[in-house]
């Protein structure tokens, strides 16, 4: 199979520390992404190319769309709902708040309205991180441990008929695959969908296209890979800096593939080379997307 490559422009110049996360608003018409140790998250509109931020108040490592008001977010202290408003939290649900060597990564909603992501530690103890799964009911926001012992808990999405989750622990140097019981929210029968060679890049962030293809962000590699179904390499997206770290698609026809990206683990020599790194940049590869499932408050 020959692998099409592509190239990829900058379209926000925020320099984040780790930028993550990125979610295609379809309400707003706009992405949404965060900077993590800066408890930021970032909008930027299409069209005016302009970019407006808040505090989420703590490290955020991902946020999701609310089905109503706001969004739910994946905190250093937890998980909580964060309003459009941008007033202060009033529902959250501690989770590891007492391991302060600790944080949250990557997350996203299944199609039952459910936030899932990961813990990791700041410094990479292996097997230090769980992956969580978090709903909300009577007014209340309930974190369920789901898989214990990962170490860097990253990118995941469902295939199309929502009977398999994909996930990426950037430790293993694989996109593992799950059977996904959709009405109870479980997983089982874990095992590699692809084993990417450390020379290709550390896999983090991913997204699921229309066509069930899985791309995936190539962190110290400067790319972002699409696998097909099967797990063969059909298409890569190059950028013009290496810390990529996730990827999502949006635009109104679902067909913009934007791309973040991190400068925390750049020397200054790097730093001066790659001035945009942290920024967000976009490809349009062809392949068309799937819009967000949202979180259900």
Known sequence: MTCHTIGAELIADTRCMI???PVWDQRRHCLIWVD?????????DPPTQTIATRQAGQPVGS?????????VAALRDGFGLIPDSGEVMN???EVEKDRLGSRMNDGKCDCRGRFWA???AINHTPAAGTLYRVEYAHGQLRAFAQLHGTTVSNGLDWSDDNARMYYVDSATQRIDMFDFDVDAGRLNNRRPFVVIPRADGLPDGMTVDA?????????GAGKVRRYTPLGKIDMEVRVPVTLVTSCAFGGDDLRDL?????RHR????????QSTAGGVFLSRPGPQGRAPFLFAN
């Open 19 to 21: 930028g993550e996360g």
């Open 36 to 44: 993590v140790p800066a408890g930021l998250i970032h909008s930027f």
């Open 63 to 71: 946020v999701a769309l609310c089905a109503g008001d706001g969004v």
């Open 91 to 93: 529902v959250f649900a």
């Open 118 to 120: 990961g813990s990791m």
């Open 211 to 219: 066509e069930g293809c899985i791309w995936v962000a190539l962190f």
């Open 258 to 262: 934007y791309i973040t990206t991190a």
């Open 266 to 273: 750049l020397n200054a020599t790097e730093v001066a080379e």
